[in-house]
């Protein structure tokens, strides 16, 4: 019998590039996959505490060597756990918010408005307001919002600071969805209007241009262009530069779909990515009047390596053309991102017997919930565990309440583990649900229990 996990492990830990290769059954940081799933169970989202303060430090080390006027604004729509949005902020990072609900969180979390970057083509106008009135740096994507501020800077009796948010052709298909375009002038035309208007100072330019974006050219010419912008505005006395920000959208190690080289080959380093931006950013510096701050807000390249989702097989079938099928407990439910990644995945403990090419496939009950196709896995039966790496970015926050409710996120400290959220029940599923008194069910009794309200009712179609 050959032993497969070594050359699993070796195929596909994770860790990044450099980084130790994980144990065969380590899940985490040391901490046993059969441990965490005896204490909290499976499905379950694990997080390491030590990646995410290493990836933030590398991250603005990286930057500030070489610019040293570089803030970090982490993007909370990537992954907005409060334990996780607490660490990052323990190490320094600043909050980009694109919704009043991640202006509260940020608030909640105790970030200052001067350390919270507003983002986003939809700000209702109430957040706009309070976005204003802490001092937060709005960056703004359209007109109507411009009215709106200028309406805001009515009320709070002075003028508002702001941003805009420009786009270019930097990719294909562009991303033009948001801010104003600078190609076509519409940008700068915006700055003159901002100049016209008493009630706004223009004081920064913002671009995002996508995500997952490994090609690190893309940065310098987004750079190049923002700074082409601001020497303009400064030139003709528009506004008064004071940051220009990048946006997020830097690799992590996760492997695309369609890609042939894995994700931790391809991707660029911090160091990649903060030389192509500051190279450029520091020749067209000495241009301008000031040195501007230079904001960046990852998201993945922070998050998605620091976590793993635990499960577990639930059956093990073979379909009429010969697939092996290997049933999980967490299906795409929880790994939405598994639609576009090949999310690298290891077995939980050390097994002997040959490996062979399987479908991993979720519990939900829709032909697509595919977690791999046609991965090598040595043998596994019901309860063994499965671990998906790079499990961090648009996962928990983009996980379906899809007939399961969702799983506990747990965090590896050193030699302990905590949970930063507890695991969804059937009375949080439910609990904004309100029943109109004519579709009460008839008995007290029957109200706790839905299956047998069903059958008191006399419907008697049930559920399979
Ligand atoms: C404005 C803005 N900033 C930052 C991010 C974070 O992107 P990523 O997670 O790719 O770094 C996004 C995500 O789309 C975004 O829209």
Redesign the pocket.
């Known amino acids: 019998m050959r032993r497969e996990l070594g050359s699993l492990t070796k195929q596909w830990g994770g860790g990044g590039p450099g980084a130790p290769p994980i144990a065969v059954g380590e899940a985490v940081d040391g901490v046993s996959a059969q441990s965490l799933k005896t204490k909290y169970g499976s499905p379950l989202y694990v997080v390491s505490e030590a990646t995410l303060r290493k990836n933030l430090r590398g991250f603005l080390s990286a930057f500030r060597s070489r610019y040293p006027e570089t803030v970090l604004a982490y993007?909370y729509?990537?992954n907005y756990v409060s334990g996780i949005c607490a660490t990052l902020h323990q190490e320094g990072a600043w909050a980009?918010v694109?919704s009043g609900f991640e202006l509260e969180r940020a608030r909640a979390l105790g970030m200052p408005g001067s350390q919270i970057v507003y983002?986003?083509p939809y700000k209702p106008f109430d957040h706009l307001l309070e976005a204003a009135r802490l001092g937060v740096r709005i960056n703004v994507d359209n007109l109507e919002e411009l009215a709106d501020l200028e309406e805001v800077s009515r009320q709070l009796k002075r003028p508002v600071k702001i941003g805009i948010?420009v786009n270019m052709r930097l990719n294909d298909p562009p991303w033009d969805k948001?801010g104003f375009n600078m190609e076509s002038g519409q940008a700068l035309e915006v700055c003159r209007r901002i100049h016209g208007s008493k009630l706004l100072r223009l004081a920064g330019l913002?671009l995002?241009a996508?995500?997952?974006?490994a090609n690190v050219e893309i940065y310098k010419r987004a750079i190049t262009g923002l700074l082409d912008l601001a020497m303009t505005v400064e030139a003709q006395r528009l506004g008064d530069i004071e940051y220009v920000d990048l946006?997020?959208?830097?690799a992590s190690r996760n492997t695309i779909l369609s890609q042939l080289l894995p994700g931790e080959m391809t991707a660029p380093s911090y160091a990649e990515y903060a030389e192509a931006i500051s190279a450029p950013l520091k020749a067209c510096v000495k241009r301008l009047p000031r040195r501007p701050l230079l904001i960046l807000?990852?998201?993945?390249?922070?998050v998605d390596d620091a976590v793993t989702l635990l499960v577990s097989v639930v059956a093990v079938k073979k379909t009429p053309d010969g697939r092996t099928l290997v049933v999980v407990d967490g299906g795409v439910n929880l790994l939405p991102t598994a639609y576009y990644f090949r999310h690298d995945v290891v077995a939980g403990r050390e097994v002997e017997g040959d490996s062979a090419r399987v479908d991993i496939v979720g519990p939900l009950c829709m032909q697509i919930d595919v977690l791999r196709r046609d991965v090598s896995l040595p043998p596994v039966s019901r309860g063994s565990i499965l671990l998906f790496r790079n499990a961090g970015?648009?996962t928990v926050s983009n996980s379906m309440q899809f007939i399961y409710p969702r799983p506990p996120v747990v965090v590896v400290s050193g030699r302990e583990t905590h949970v930063l959220r507890r695991g969804e029940r059937t009375e949080d599923l439910v609990r904004l649900d309100e029943m109109p008194a004519h579709l009460a069910p008839r008995s007290a009794a029957s109200s706790r229990n839905g299956h047998k309200t069903a059958r008191a009712n006399g419907n008697g179609r049930g559920h399979s």
């Open positions: 993007s729509k990537t980009e694109v983002n986003g948010r948001f913002h995002h996508g995500t997952y974006l946006g997020g959208g830097y807000e990852p998201g993945r390249a922070i970015a648009y």
